[in-house]
């Protein structure tokens, strides 16, 4: 929801750019590390979905850990100020060179996701005279019932150890002097929202957890990734329901005394703190369609080109009455560089401002050059 005076900030800007609000920011972090605080779980912030350095600086300030999946962004971590003890390295592709980084940088832990991956980070912090903590990431098998490109917990995703190389992981974890294994790590998709999916991955993290410990591995990290979803179509319905999420694993999973469970979430943290602000080049009337043609495109918000996921969009400048459908384009050499299609809104002219809603995580980050496009710029809520 924009204020007149967002408004009419808005329209002294130069567009495109991301409009974060950062006090919406805040009240969504308070509202996660209050949930998860009564619980004792601890909360990494999966820096993919933005890494923004204004959101790191103030989710890092809520005590938050980070979780990584690049040297990139264990540097960028590091930099912000991030504890180290408190940031964990994902990836199915860690190079050598990002595997060291994070030896020297003695991150809290390795999510591991293969055999291979196990030997060569043995290898590489035997090299170096460190021992490095790694959580095997286990792929459970688990539907996330979600758009099947941001799945990850299937035998047929890359992602995560499947269960039938456990037994080869337990080998090399005995065999490796430089390798401490200190638990098990799942993440099965993102923008969840049906939260019984939960329910089921944690039935198969109790059965893992007790594969490992029944061979003589004690599980002190129970890491169940993030993925919890958001309401993109009630952008102004802002804060997820942290509270019911983490009942559901404090409920279902069987913890130890003495076991520690984590969660790396992004979306959720920061998906409705941001909305692209765009305005109206061009509406083309055509026989069949009509067109309103934006200055922001697929490579200042890919996702949905790529996912053909929903985003609301809103004419700023004309309120909400309905009176046309148009589909929403930008201007990129592809036909697939359109935010929707049919879209009901009052009648638009050139110079429009319009937002596109719920662009906080996977917007600015998944921004690209193509088509030698100017670099996205950001503004902030606090400026006003
Ligand atoms: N942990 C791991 C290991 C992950 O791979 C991800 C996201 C997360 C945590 C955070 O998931 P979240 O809580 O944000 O759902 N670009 C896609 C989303 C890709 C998610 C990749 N992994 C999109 O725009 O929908």
Redesign the pocket.
């Not at 890919?302 to 046309?324: C, D, F």
């Given at each position: 929801m924009f204020s007149n005076k967002d408004i009419l900030r808005f329209a002294n800007l130069e567009t495109p750019f991301y409009y974060y609000d950062l006090n919406l920011l805040q009240t969504t972090l308070t509202s996660c590390a209050e949930a998860a605080k009564l619980y004792n779980f601890h909360v990494h912030y999966?820096m993919?979905?933005n890494f923004n350095a204004s959101l790191l600086q103030q989710i890092k300030a809520i005590g938050f850990g980070a979780?990584c999946?690049s040297g990139g962004e264990v540097n960028e971590a590091i930099q912000t100020g991030f504890a180290k003890e408190q940031i964990v390295f994902?990836g199915v592709g860690k190079s050598d060179k990002e595997i060291n980084l994070a030896l020297d940088q003695d991150i809290f832990c390795f999510?591991v996701e293969s055999v291979q991956e196990l030997e060569v980070i043995n290898e590489l912090a035997g090299k170096k005279g460190k021992k490095a903590r790694v959580a095997i990431r286990i792929n459970p098998n688990v539907d996330a019932h979600t758009h099947h490109n941001?799945t990850?917990g299937l035998d047929e995703n890359k992602f995560g150890v499947n269960s039938w190389d456990l037994s080869a992981c337990a080998e090399v974890l005995r065999a490796s002097a430089n390798l401490e294994f200190i638990g098990i790590h799942f993440?099965i998709g993102?923008?969840i929202t049906n939260l019984d999916v939960y329910k089921n991955l944690c039935v198969r993290v109790n059965e893992f957890a007790f594969w490992f410990e029944e061979r003589g591995f004690p599980v002190k990290v129970l890491n169940v990734?993030?993925?919890?979803g958001i309401d993109y179509h009630n952008p102004d319905q802002q804060v997820p329901d942290f509270g019911s999420y983490f009942k559901i694993f404090s409920e279902f999973l069987e913890i130890k005394p003495g076991q520690e469970v984590h969660f790396?979430?992004?979306?959720?943290l920061v998906g409705q703190s941001a909305s692209l602000i765009s305005r109206v080049l061009y509406v083309k009337n055509g026989k069949k369609k009509n067109f309103v043609i934006l200055d922001a495109g697929m490579t200042e918000l890919m996702?949905p080109a790529l996912?053909q996921?929903y985003h609301k969009i809103e004419n700023l400048t004309r309120g909400s009455e309905v009176a046309l459908k148009y589909d929403i384009v930008g201007p990129i050499c592809e036909s697939t560089d359109c935010f929707g299609k049919e879209v009901e809104q009052p009648e638009t002219f050139r110079g429009d401002l319009f937002a596109i809603r719920s662009a906080g995580?996977?917007g600015e980050v998944?921004a690209s050059k193509y088509n030698l496009r100017d670099e996205i710029r950001s503004v902030y809520s606090e400026e006003v």
């Amino acid at each position: 929801m924009f204020s007149n005076k967002d408004i009419l900030r808005f329209a002294n800007l130069e567009t495109p750019f991301y409009y974060y609000d950062l006090n919406l920011l805040q009240t969504t972090l308070t509202s996660c590390a209050e949930a998860a605080k009564l619980y004792n779980f601890h909360v990494h912030y999966a820096m993919k979905a933005n890494f923004n350095a204004s959101l790191l600086q103030q989710i890092k300030a809520i005590g938050f850990g980070a979780d990584c999946v690049s040297g990139g962004e264990v540097n960028e971590a590091i930099q912000t100020g991030f504890a180290k003890e408190q940031i964990v390295f994902a990836g199915v592709g860690k190079s050598d060179k990002e595997i060291n980084l994070a030896l020297d940088q003695d991150i809290f832990c390795f999510n591991v996701e293969s055999v291979q991956e196990l030997e060569v980070i043995n290898e590489l912090a035997g090299k170096k005279g460190k021992k490095a903590r790694v959580a095997i990431r286990i792929n459970p098998n688990v539907d996330a019932h979600t758009h099947h490109n941001i799945t990850t917990g299937l035998d047929e995703n890359k992602f995560g150890v499947n269960s039938w190389d456990l037994s080869a992981c337990a080998e090399v974890l005995r065999a490796s002097a430089n390798l401490e294994f200190i638990g098990i790590h799942f993440h099965i998709g993102s923008q969840i929202t049906n939260l019984d999916v939960y329910k089921n991955l944690c039935v198969r993290v109790n059965e893992f957890a007790f594969w490992f410990e029944e061979r003589g591995f004690p599980v002190k990290v129970l890491n169940v990734g993030g993925g919890l979803g958001i309401d993109y179509h009630n952008p102004d319905q802002q804060v997820p329901d942290f509270g019911s999420y983490f009942k559901i694993f404090s409920e279902f999973l069987e913890i130890k005394p003495g076991q520690e469970v984590h969660f790396e979430l992004g979306r959720a943290l920061v998906g409705q703190s941001a909305s692209l602000i765009s305005r109206v080049l061009y509406v083309k009337n055509g026989k069949k369609k009509n067109f309103v043609i934006l200055d922001a495109g697929m490579t200042e918000l890919m996702r949905p080109a790529l996912y053909q996921a929903y985003h609301k969009i809103e004419n700023l400048t004309r309120g909400s009455e309905v009176a046309l459908k148009y589909d929403i384009v930008g201007p990129i050499c592809e036909s697939t560089d359109c935010f929707g299609k049919e879209v009901e809104q009052p009648e638009t002219f050139r110079g429009d401002l319009f937002a596109i809603r719920s662009a906080g995580a996977y917007g600015e980050v998944m921004a690209s050059k193509y088509n030698l496009r100017d670099e996205i710029r950001s503004v902030y809520s606090e400026e006003v």
